[in-house]
């Protein structure tokens, strides 16, 4: 039997979601006479659960509130005692009914998929935190859970970055009980602080709609609260790598829920068993929407593509736009890269016949495998 051809995509955001782009590329791999194999990939983010649903976890719904308070219904991942939170699903740009609220936007509602994987039995818990809208540090999940927050007044400081100015004092105490037993484990991509240069707010806030003005409002009330929570457990764990992942999600996480720290995409990939699909591949196919350097910072392409060089695979990308040149490819193992821009000419034709335009792709795949993987 033909070795296969290992199809590992990531979504083509606002297009096609990981599942999608790779069986459209495993049509044409198999149309040619190969053999295709599909493990859709994600980064922690948009798309987790969607992966995981494929290697044994069931989505479990709950109602919670969305980013802004309204009310929306999202879901869990559960497999055994695990469950994985997929923010994005309950605090997530692409929930956030109309126009972004930066000031406003607030995690309550991951912090209402927690307690309702607690309420499933289940104490792993897995926080992917990408994809946020909320830059609150985390303090609408903490409040979910029981924290309670108020301001010098003793009043309970509302919802979302901005009200955090106002911040005085947190009561831990009062946190669900049921996570003293619990193991919680933070997926993240991003090693940013809290504050600062670097912080959720300076960095992360302008994709969330916040303008300069309003990243100085959610950069102080991010300090304020940093230094009210470094207060109620005796260290401050704002510059910790990935505090400021999520609009500092990661921050609550790792100082209120004794949170340890993964690789998003490394913790993903595990869970797929993308290593040990590896060993039968004969050609890994990787790729996303746009392929560029941001792709390199601990995207699950290149994940994938680290795995396939260690396990002595060829590499090739296929992605809607491939912006890196071909001796950065070779930097990461790629020998050969497939873009749907240039091959359609321009980008609305490129998302219009995206399915046709990958399975086009996949057809010439297996001439890369009888050529010993030199595209």
């Known amino acids: ?47 987790t659960l969607a992966a995981l649903a494929g290697v044994g976890y069931r ?47 607030d995690s309550h509602g991951t912090g209402e998929l927690i307690r309702a994987a607690l309420d499933h039995g289940c104490l792993d818990i897995v926080l992917a935190v990408g994809g946020s809208a909320t830059t609150d540090g985390g303090a609408g999940l903490l409040r979910a859970l029981g924290a309670v927050i108020t301001d010098a007044r003793g009043v309970p400081v509302g919802p979302g970055g901005a009200a955090l100015t106002t ?21 993240s991509d991003v090693d940013n602080p809290l504050t600062g240069p670097a912080g959720a707010a300076f960095v992360f806030g302008p994709q969330k709609g916040a303008s300069p003005r309003d990243v100085e409002v959610l950069e102080r009330g991010l300090r304020r609260f940093a230094s009210v929570v470094a207060a109620a457990i005796g ?22 829920l004794g949170a340890r720290r993964v690789a998003g995409a490394s913790f993903v990939l595990d869970e797929l068993g993308v290593a040990e699909a590896m060993r039968e591949a004969s050609l890994v196919v990787v790729g996303e929407g746009r392929f560029d350097e941001q792709s390199l910072r601990g995207k699950a392409p290149v994940g994938v593509a680290s795995l396939a060089r260690r396990h002595g ?63």
Not at 167 to 187: G, P, Q, W
């Open 1 to 47: 039997m033909t070795a296969p051809v290992l199809i590992c995509l990531d979504k083509f955001r606002g297009c096609l979601t990981a599942a999608e782009a790779s069986s459209a590329v495993a049509v044409g791999v198999t149309a040619a006479g190969g053999c295709a194999v599909t493990i859709p990939v994600a980064d922690g983010g948009e798309g």
């Open 59 to 105: 989505l479990v719904h709950a109602d919670v509130s969305g980013p802004t308070g309204r009310p929306l219904r999202a879901a869990f991942a559960v497999r055994g005692a695990r469950a994985v939170i997929e923010m994005a699903r309950a605090s997530g740009l692409d929930v956030v009914p109309g126009r972004p609220a930066p000031l406003v936007a």
């Open 167 to 187: 911040a005085a004092h947190i009561d831990l105490s009062t946190l669900d009980f049921r996570l003293r037993l619990a193991r919680v484990t933070l997926v």
């Open 235 to 256: 260290r401050d764990l704002s510059s910790a790598p990935g505090a400021g992942a999520a609009g500092g999600t990661g921050f609550a996480a790792l100082a209120a």
């Open 313 to 375: 695979v060829p590499v090739v990308v296929v992605a809607g736009d491939v912006r890196l040149s071909a001796e950065r490819l070779r930097e990461i193992g790629v020998v050969g890269a497939w873009s749907l821009l240039d091959r359609a000419g321009s980008l609305d034709a490129a998302i219009g016949r995206a399915p046709a335009l990958l399975a086009e792709i996949g057809r010439e795949l297996p001439g890369v495998v009888a050529r010993g993987g030199a595209a």
